[in-house]
């Protein structure tokens, strides 16, 4: 490079903001990524010695990205999770990652990762609240196309009034997609599922995106400690050579992108067609159970349930939140169970029907107006236990849910007393069927 | 068990909420504790509405968010309650069942009688503590009424000690990692000058913050095993291990 020319982007832009002072110039600013050694998977969870560091969900996901060998990051960044990709953006200016640049919308970005996906390198992008609906049309085409990919989601309000806060219910709308969806409870959380997502999103029998989620600034924005592994390893690289569904080729089309174009007209083999797509989707979800268990020590955990008669089940900011409700509990006697859900699709069904056989009573906090999770966990236990669970308490719109009103299920559900803050339609179970039947008919 | 307070903190713009929340916070970690702290406030901005959240605990603290349900309240200023510059109303919303309202005012107030009623319901512990009073005559200005809040504060939970409260005033005006010791006369003067006056700047703050820990002692607040904070803390020694 001369010196007159001007290093930019693909777009054009200068990256001198990124790049290191020009007295720098014997250095080369790529140095340190360029010295990155490759680890295996098997190393880089299991082995690998981690230091413990106090930062933002944010860095948490910009220190995973640095560690995956990511090819190509695309930002369109939206509150709350602007920082992530402009951190990713200076990871691009280190050479970490090899391809960055900014999408006009959602709409763009999504589409562009499917286009890089397709095209056989390692994709990240992040978007949260409007922007994970705006995208969607382009996310729920993913996992048909066999796309692997990781997506971070840091959820925020969608529904009005609109807010930029913390409500998960856009989860809800991700979990019928096809693709792989983690819930991070914390920075922790969000730094080991977006590199499992790596791992796991690529393996062949499962060639699926991952969206790795989480509860806005409650992670991103706050600090908390994070176990790391030395920045001088990272992943092996994505071989698509050896994948399952062929790069793009525009001699060789690699998988079909509508079922009967170009007249969209229906008859039975393509309905047969649609049939099998789906299920294959659907099954390749089933088959990343495996790498969940392998990479990030199962779909759930689960804390003090050993002949626990009260199980709280949460997932995200919620799971914190009944960290402290079974601290409070065990202060007033009573004994309580924490399950927290990790991975929301594939979802641990055979693990709950197991830890929830003996159960009376089940508790289901949500930061969600409409409790996806409760019907999750409704719909995967129905048969095999006969507890009562309480669809809530429900913060929405961003509030932080307050330990006391899990407490408070928790004590009504055990005496029978009526609880104040959760609606009669949001309870299931105990001996009257009408009630069955009221909760049946509400979700 | 553990110890463990969730303490909101009520005061208008420029009194140093959040700073004082900032230094509590600290000091509780210096002194072995853990802490975790959330600020709330709308536009910036002299004599609005600041409300600052903060969980202390001898335990880890994994709660995230805004305290709804507090066992402490720490009232900063008195128009909190007469003018209803909180984004909590009344006041004492979400108390726990014996909790302590800590309230900076010469002498008791007189709270609307519904209110006390149920203040009193609820066996809450009003301290009425005149932090800006105590600031004024130990330090010559009110701007350290957030350091006697929090030296009494300190002393009521128990959870940190005058060695840590006094870290935690260097660490927020000194910065973290700056060490004072004997090699001080090699600053150059520049130096030299603007940290005296910052030392001065501490040494103000935290003999406001001894007073206020003790004034928490002598009423009988302060959690038991905690004692009057009497010698001035040496700060060479409370830094040189820094």
Request: hydrophobic residues 40%; proline residues 5%; glycine residues 10%.
């Amino acid at each position: 490079m001369s010196e007159t020319e001007v290093k930019t982007n693909p777009q054009g832009d200068p990256i001198t903001s990124v790049a290191p002072a020009p007295s720098a110039s014997k250095k080369d600013p790529h140095g340190e990524a360029k010295r990155q050694r490759v680890v295996t998977p098997e190393y880089m969870f299991h082995e690998a010695p981690r230091t413990k560091e106090f930062i933002t969900g944010s860095e948490a996901a910009k220190e995973a990205v640095r560690r995956s060998n990511v090819d190509l990051a695309i930002a369109y960044p939206i509150t709350p999770q602007s920082e992530t990709m402009q951190l990713v953006g200076v990871l691009y200016g280190e050479g970490y990652v090899k391809e960055y640049y900014r999408g006009e919308e959602e709409v763009g970005v999504m589409a562009a990762i499917a286009g890089g996906s397709r095209s056989g390198v390692r994709c990240y992008t992040a978007t949260a609240g409007p922007g994970t609906l705006r995208g969607l049309e382009g996310i729920a085409s993913w996992p048909g196309h066999r796309l692997p990919a990781v997506a971070m989601f840091t959820c925020r309000v969608v529904n009005a009034p609109l807010a930029i806060q913390p409500d998960n219910i856009e989860v809800s709308y991700l979990l019928n997609c096809g693709m792989i969806v983690f819930h991070a409870e914390n920075q922790q959380d969000m730094f080991d599922f977006t590199m499992a997502g790596f791992t796991i999103s690529e393996k062949n029998d499962v060639t699926l995106p991952v969206g790795v989620c989480c509860d806005g600034f409650f992670v991103t924005h706050a600090r908390g400690y994070v176990r790391m592994q030395d920045r001088g390893i990272k992943l092996p690289p994505r071989e698509a050579w050896r994948g399952a569904v062929p790069v793009l080729d525009a001699e060789n089309p690699p998988a079909r992108l509508s079922r009967d174009a170009p007249v969209q007209k229906s008859n039975f083999m393509a309905y047969n067609i649609h049939a099998v797509w789906q299920q294959e989707v659907w099954a390749a979800v089933e088959r990343s159970r495996k790498y969940i268990d392998r990479y990030m020590g199962g779909l759930l955990t689960a804390e003090n349930v050993d002949d626990a008669e009260v199980l709280i089940i949460a997932s995200g900011s919620a799971a914190a939140q009944s960290r402290e409700a079974v601290r409070l509990c065990k202060e007033k006697g009573m004994k309580v169970g924490l399950i927290k859900v990790r991975s929301l699709r594939p979802f641990p069904t055979k693990e709950l029907r197991q830890l929830c056989g003996k159960a009376k009573l089940i508790v289901v906090p949500e930061f969600n107006y409409v409790g996806w999770l409760a019907k999750e966990v409704a719909t995967a236990i129905y048969g095999f236990s006969n507890a009562k669970i309480i669809g809530g308490p429900r913060v929405y719109g961003g509030q932080s849910m307050p330990v006391e009103l899990i407490v408070d299920e928790v004590e009504s559900g055990v005496s029978g007393k009526k609880s104040t803050n959760v609606a009669m339609s949001q309870i299931m179970g105990g001996v009257n069927p009408d009630e069955v039947a009221h909760f049946m008919r509400s979700i | 068990m553990a110890k463990r307070f969730n303490i909101r903190m009520a005061g208008v713009g420029g009194q140093g909420v959040v700073t004082g929340s900032h230094i509590l916070s600290t000091a509780v970690i210096n002194a072995g504790g853990e802490s975790t702290i959330v600020p709330f406030y709308g536009s910036e901005k002299r004599m609005a509405p600041v409300e600052s959240y903060v969980r202390v605990s001898d335990e880890p603290i994994y709660e995230i968010g805004e305290i709804t349900f507090p066992h402490i309240i720490i009232i900063f200023h008195p128009q909190v309650i007469t003018h209803g510059k909180s984004y909590t109303m009344p006041f004492y919303f979400g108390l726990k069942e014996d909790g302590i309202a800590l309230i900076n005012n010469d002498g008791p107030m007189n709270l609307h009688r519904d209110q006390a009623a149920e203040l009193k319901e609820r066996r809450v512990k009003l301290y009425y503590f005149p932090a800006t009073k105590m600031s004024l005559e130990v330090a010559g200005m009110d701007l350290a009424t957030n350091m006697a809040l929090m030296g009494c504060i300190g002393a009521i939970t128990g959870l940190t000690n005058m060695v840590g409260l006094d870290q935690a005033v260097k660490d927020r005006f000194l910065g973290k990692g700056f060490v004072v010791s004997g090699g001080t006369a090699a600053l150059d003067s520049v130096v030299e000058r603007k940290f005296k006056k910052k030392q001065e700047l501490i040494d103000k703050n935290v003999a406001v913050m001894r007073a206020g820990w003790n004034y928490a002692v002598d009423h009988g607040w302060a959690a038991p095993d905690v004692k009057r904070a009497e010698e001035p803390v040496v700060t060479e020694t409370a830094t040189a291990t820094a």
